[in-house]
């Protein structure tokens, strides 16, 4: 066991706080990208605070360090850094499972919400002080379709479901859960040809890359409401806006795209149908020092020589 290990903190615009513990037990070497790639090389383990840094992903896929033995990244997506290198190195990978799987389903049930009960009619009708009453759609019985039945899927069948939603996860293999069954993507389509809501909750890997293509995006009824909390590029997003402009979507609530931040001259901007939110559905107040305490967490088993908690596996990308 290390007797006193050095953690390297690629931090980001707002510093870290919360690791007191940790610098007790171990000598911490906090740094921006410009100093990462000395800090990297002396450390036993890599909180990437920053955790969409691109200098972090360049130089592990280079190479990992020969004595970087973990690394966690404070997020759920981890596609950044697993290249090639770090899939091989002997190096554990954690992220933030269990911080922002109710977060990111309460953003969902509220876009969900918004469009059932037809907020933004609503809005627009009181900016022109027009009063049209008018029927909306109940919750009960509303078909919704979840492609991905990791953590964030689960919790939206709960959360979903304790409003009278039907919601059906669909992933990679069909599987029987204590919760409930998981479908194949092969029966995607199928799934969908009834939905009233779709919602993408997927890693970024080499098997969801585009996942949701035109024919997937053709399956839905033009009455859907489409809705991605997951990684962008999982979505063709030419294919959405050719479905939002060819009116096969009634919405969508997207808090994810191709390219982030999204450009100016997205379409996706300026159509009323769409929800646009700039990858923030995590974040409720608090959720910086949710991460932290994960963090502190994850470090006492790592000290402890316990399995952690928030393991991602390297080869399957989550």
Known sequence: MIVRPVVAVLEDAVPVRGLEEVARDADLLVTDADGLAEAMGRADALLMWDFFSDTAAALLAA???????????????????????????????????????????????????????????????????????????????????????????????????????????????????????????????????????????????????GLVSDDVLRALPPSALFVNVGRGLTVDEEALIDALRGGRLAAAALDAFAVEPLPADSPLWSDPRVFVSPHSSSRTHGWRDRLAAQFVAQYRLWRAGSSFSAAVDKKRGY
């Open 63 to 209: 190479g990992v360090p020969p004595r970087l033995r973990w690394i966690h990244v404070a997020a759920s997506g981890v596609d950044g850094i697993l290249s090639p290198a770090v899939v091989d190195a002997d190096v554990q990978v954690t992220n933030a499972a269990g911080v922002f799987e109710r977060p990111i389903a309460e953003y969902v049930l509220a876009c969900v919400t918004a469009h059932t009960k037809q907020l933004a009619r609503s809005a627009h009708r009181q900016s022109r002080r027009e009063w049209a009453p008018r029927e909306t759609a109940d919750f009960t019985d509303a078909r919704v379709v979840v492609l991905g039945a990791g953590a964030i899927g689960r919790e939206l069948r709960r959360l979903l479901g304790a409003i009278g939603m039907n919601v059906t996860l669909v992933a990679r293999t069909a599987r029987a859960t204590p919760d409930g069954p998981v479908h194949a993507v092969s029966s995607l389509c199928e799934a969908l040809a009834d939905a009233d809501v779709f919602v993408v909750a997927l890693p970024l890997t080499a098997e969801t890359r």
